[in-house]
């Protein structure tokens, strides 16, 4: 059996504690995967005086792959946000969030199955701000027709490939002419252009958007959103099937990709072991997945099922961290996990 050589980023706060579950759950499971640690965030600044080290960017590159926990950003100190950069530096510019409802965890809503699609490399999250003079800055949005029609492209390919109907595009192109009017006439473009007759295309103004989402999300299929707005919504539609502690994510490039939760660094609950290391796992899971689809590697995808099914078990029974309404620890719901393997 091939063993996939991952580079393992523990990451900041509740970081360390989801991984180290998360980890323990696939080594029970038999996925073949061989860690790599290095490290990104405070952490990296504490041990090797920068945020984002080469050595963790050259370790990415080498083995194409990584599983990530949060990185805390200081706020409003000189520190560029270290997913940014990293996003940014190996141009993993697709962001996927599958949010869905999960087996025992009953929301206000039902049947939520979608997918947020977030351009991961431009846009207002360029990070050029300047100080104009005294009491005056600006921040400038980046957005160009490449990376526009890219994620575009990605978007409906995503959709095809998945069996999914609807890509609806949120923006603000009424205010943002250029840069979200860019933004909308590429995904147009790449719809009516490039052979995706099979996939509706819908477009909606971002503020009434959320609107629609809050008042039926089941609605919606896969959404695609320009930096900044993705952001935002993706926790949003986190709190449609349960939190934070449910949303795995991936950023996938050209040539690199990089699986990692939705949730930050949760410095409230960090240290005290109770966070919920699902959505790391579920990462995990999209990360298996990648490897079966992109290396062929049937064997991944058989542990990924085995593991989805674990966890879908043990929520079905009750067995659920706090943020759920549970009572089970960070390693507790690892245990739980593993004993359904
Ligand atoms: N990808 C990343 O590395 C990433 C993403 C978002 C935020 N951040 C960073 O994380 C730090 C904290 O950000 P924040 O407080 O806005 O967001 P957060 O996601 O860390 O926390 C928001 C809330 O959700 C809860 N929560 C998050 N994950 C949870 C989990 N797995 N189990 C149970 N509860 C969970 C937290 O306790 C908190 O109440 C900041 O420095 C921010 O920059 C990093």
Redesign the pocket.
Known sequence: MTTHQIVLIP????GPE?ASATTRVLEEAGAPLEWFEQHA?VAALESQGEVLPVQTLDAIRERGLAL????????GKGFT???VQLRKRLDLYAAVRPVRNLPGVPTRYEGVDLVVIRENTEGLYSGIENEITDGVVTSLKVATEKASTRIARWAFQYARERGRKKVTVMHKANIMKLTDGMFIRCARDVHANEGFDDIEHEELIIDAGCMKLVQDPTRFDVLLLENLYGDVLS?LCAGFVG???VIPGANIGGEYAVF??????????AGKG???????LMSAVMLLNHIADTRRDESCRDVAGRIREAYNRALSEGQK???LGGALDTEAFASAVIARL
């Not at 990451?11 to 509740?14: E, K, L, N, P, V």
């Not at 926990?69 to 200081?74: D, E, I, L, Y």
């Not at 990692?260 to 609950?269: K, L, M, R, T, Y």
């Open positions: 990451g900041d706060g509740i989801v965030g990530k926990g949060p990185c805390t950003t200081p706020v946000s270290v997913n926790d939190g934070l502690g990692e939760a939705v949730h930050g660094s949760a410095p409230d609950i109770v966070a919920n290391p699902l959505a790391l961290t706090r943020d």
